[in-house]
């Protein structure tokens, strides 16, 4: 047999033996694709072994949705991770999940569903456009007695109320850093709505922060209440935001450090409204601008970090007759406005 047929020989072969082997394997393979690119657990995702997952499930992310909002750097700190991995991670997590873009028109309809919990105010939940919005932070800043905290406690009670009412059917937790929560304000409210008194006050699991630090680390372990003990939570109250950082915090030299844990700390909020679909209601302490020689010279502490991180933003103050004015500073979709409302309607006749 010459060179030639002889290599074309082998090569028939060759081919033939190919595309056999390509036959028996192509129909297995194609059956187990789709097995192996779906996602269930965290198990599942590239480059998370065992150790790892274990590592992820200690330091709290132990679902598709915690890691799928989750930042890298969490992630490397969490799981020992290089960078790389972590977004990789990420990516596929959001990818599972369907965390990608949507049409207008399908977000239009999902905010028609959206929770809004009322403040037993007319007046009030016009301006807000039925009430506090779930999935996003609410700030109210004023002076003292601008009832800021009346509007807490209202939250409190009316989240546990029935969708149809203007409620959640969920619980309260509330971060209390001045020392101004009220049970027995809890049960008059109660009682003005006609619910059980005592239920209603197992409903709001209320922890006292200490410092700044401990703030932060309670918003944390909301997340763990929700998880780890199957809690309905569907408000989150921090009252007040501000007075520890102020406190802990003194004069330029140490804004820059006051002002990234801040971010930090209303991060830790948007991510709980957004991923648990539920309100997170602060109030905010005001200072006397210097220089404002006309008009109004309050104006809300915490900088641009407070005001970037807060979707809806509200300047409460003092009226007249017991009265209160509420004027939306700044909102995604709502026009700004300013109402006068009676904090009678709550069932307290003052804060």
């Given amino acids: 047999m010459n060179e030639g047929l002889k290599k074309a020989t082998i090569d028939g072969l060759n081919k033939r033996g190919k595309t056999e082997i390509l036959e028996q394997i192509q129909e297995p393979m194609e059956e187990k694709q789709p097995k192996k690119n779906k996602v269930e657990s965290i198990e599942d995702l590239p480059g998370v072994g065992p ?58 309809e999902k905010r028609k569903n959206l929770l809004k919990v009322t403040t037993n105010s007319k007046a009030f939940d016009s301006l807000l456009g039925g009430g506090f919005e779930a999935g996003s932070i609410t700030e109210c800043f004023g002076e003292f007695g601008s009832s800021k905290t009346q509007i807490a406690h209202q939250l409190a009670v009316n989240v546990q109320l029935p969708k149809e009412k203007g409620g959640g059917e969920g619980i309260c937790v509330y971060i209390d850093s001045e020392g101004a929560f009220r049970p027995e304000r809890i049960k008059q409210m109660a009682e003005f709505l006609g619910l059980d008194v005592t239920q209603t006050l ?20 909301v997340e763990d ?11 989150v109250v921090v009252d007040s935001l501000m007075s520890h950082f102020r406190a802990d915090f003194s004069g330029r030299g140490q804004l820059a450090d006051r002002q990234q844990k801040l971010n930090k700390h209303m991060h830790t909020l948007q991510k709980l409204a957004t991923a648990y679909n539920l309100v997170v209601y602060v109030t905010n302490q005001v200072m006397s601008k210097p220089d404002t020689f006309f008009g109004d010279p309050t104006a809300a502490i915490g900088g641009h970090i407070v005001g970037h991180n807060s979707q809806t933003r509200i300047y409460l103050r003092k009226g007249k007759k017991g009265t209160r004015v509420a004027k939306l500073i700044d909102s995604p979709h709502l026009a700004d406005g300013e109402i006068v409302f009676n904090i009678e309607e709550t069932g307290v006749k003052d804060v």
């Fill in 202 to 221: 197992k409903n709001i699991k209320v922890a006292r922060a200490f410092n700044s630090d401990h703030q932060m680390l309670l918003a944390e372990k």
């Fill in 51 to 108: 150790a790892t997952a274990e590592k992820l499930k200690e330091s709290g992310y132990d679902t598709l949705l915690s890691l799928s909002v989750a930042s890298p750097g969490e992630l490397v700190e969490a799981g020992g991770l290089t960078e790389a991995t972590a977004r990789k991670v990420i990516n596929a997590a959001r990818s599972s999940m369907g965390m990608g873009f949507e049409s207008a028109d399908e977000l239009l």
């Fill in 225 to 235: 209440l929700i998880k780890e003990q199957g809690l309905n939570v569907k408000l």
